[in-house]
Each structure stands twice: as structure tokens, then as C-alpha cells.
């Protein structure tokens, strides 16, 4: 079974500081990993994806993240945060699942907090 | 741009009543999906489906656990009985066409069982 691990349940950086969330996984199959943000009180939004093209995926508002394969890693990356950043980020997994459809396994997420 | 919605943004009942979460995907999307986040706990997977029947489902979705797509907009989650534990904020997700692993997901309803 796919799992994902995120280090780190709460991190808090200063404004205009290096954001990293810290995410490991689990496949036995070449994964498909996402990047996903929660706003309080809103739903889940994608930030990015890995899907087996570039290793280095660029997402929205200035989040990228690398896959790297050796450490089973794909930690997001942001150079300098703002404090609109301040949200719930989930790591998540893609299971193919044969016949349709993919189930995503999430880790548990990380809260940023961005201070001034 | 098109999203998810679901109704209602809040659901109270009590324990033992049958709920129906509602929600509206993606129009052009055949993949669907439901999760679940316990207050403080990670999102979990319920169940997919596609092509009007279910294509996956966890050890959470036991029988007491419904889902219908019962016209060409609407998906929804019968929970029959609740109990307290059910008590989550569930999101609905639909995706494109196969391949497209990108789900997009909807605001959430709030169920609180008590």
C-alpha cells in the first residue's frame, strides 16, 4: 500500500522566509504525488503535481517542489513566504486504481504559520 | 471557472438518522470521489466511482454507506444510520478523463452527529 509521511505538523517561518514542507513516500509502482492547500474553512486546493515528467514541478502562488527519487522525497519549496500562505498543506499519493479513477492517500499535513 | 459544490455546508443530526450529502462535480468530469477529514485528522479516502458504479472503496465505507449518482449532475453520499463517530467535515472530488490524475475537490460539508 501507497503512504505518505509529513515531518512536521506545525511549521512557522518569518515573512520573506524559505517555506519547506517536508514529504516522504511509499510505492511500490512509480508514484503520482500532489501537493494540495487548505484555507480555513475551505476546501482542498492543488498547488501542484508530480506525474513522472521534470523532477522539478512548479506550482501556483510560487510553490514548486522536487522529486527525488533516491530519497523518496518530494518536499515543497517556496523562497519567500507571504503571510497569505499561512494554510494546511497536504502531501498525497496517487493508487492507480485499474477499471478508473485514482484514490489519493494523504499524510496527516502540515499547518504553516507566517509571522511577521 | 468550474468547481465542485456541495450542499449543505453544514449537516446536524442525530445519532441513528439518515443523512444525504449532496454534491455537484465537474461537468464534463467521469471520475468521482468521496473523503473524509476527522476534526485534527487527515483526509481519508471513502470511495470512487465511475462509469455509475463504485470503483473502490476503504474499510470505512461499510454497508451503512451509500453513494448514487441518481441524474447527470448530482453525486451524493447516504450515510443510513449515523453514529457519533461519523462526525467529519466530507469532501466530494471529481476528475477529468483517464489518465488525468488532478482531483478537484469541493468546500466540504460538516456533518456533526449527536
Known amino acids: 500500500a501507497q503512504s505518505v509521511t509529513q515531518l512536521g505538523s506545525h511549521v512557522s517561518v518569518s515573512e520573506g522566509a524559505l517555506v519547506l514542507l517536508r514529504c516522504n513516500y511509499s510505492s511500490s509502482v512509480p508514484p503520482y504525488l500532489f501537493w494540495y492547500v487548505q484555507y480555513p474553512n475551505q476546501g482542498l486546493q492543488l498547488l501542484l503535481k508530480y506525474t513522472s515528467a521534470a523532477t522539478l514541478v512548479k506550482g501556483i502562488n510560487g510553490f514548486e517542489a522536487e522529486f527525488k527519487k533516491s530519497e523518496t522525497s518530494f518536499h515543497l519549496t517556496k523562497p519567500s513566504a507571504h503571510m497569505s500562505d499561512a494554510a494546511e498543506y497536504f502531501c498525497?499519493?496517487?493508487?492507480?486504481?485499474?477499471?478508473?479513477?485514482?484514490?489519493?492517500?494523504f499524510g496527516t499535513g502540515t499547518q504553516l504559520k507566517v509571522e511577521l | 471557472e468550474p468547481e465542485v459544490t456541495q450542499t449543505p455546508s453544514h449537516q446536524v443530526t442525530q445519532m441513528g438518522q439518515e443523512v444525504i450529502l449532496r454534491c455537484v462535480p465537474i461537468s464534463n468530469h467521469l471520475y468521482f470521489y468521496w473523503y473524509r477529514q476527522i476534526l485534527g485528522q487527515k483526509v481519508e479516502f471513502l470511495v470512487s466511482?465511475?462509469?455509475?458504479?463504485?470503483?473502490?472503496k476503504s474499510e470505512i465505507f461499510d454497508d451503512q454507506f451509500s453513494v448514487e449518482r441518481p441524474d447527470g449532475s448530482n453525486f451524493t453520499l447516504k450515510i443510513r444510520s449515523t453514529k457519533l463517530e461519523d462526525s467529519a467535515m466530507y469532501f466530494c472530488a471529481s476528475s477529468g478523463t483517464s489518465g488525468s490524475h488532478e482531483q478537484f475537490f469541493g468546500p466540504g460539508t460538516r456533518l456533526t452527529v449527536l
Open positions: 466511482f465511475y462509469n455509475n458504479e463504485i470503483s473502490e
Open positions: 498525497a499519493v496517487s493508487d492507480l486504481v485499474t477499471g478508473g479513477g485514482n484514490k489519493l492517500t
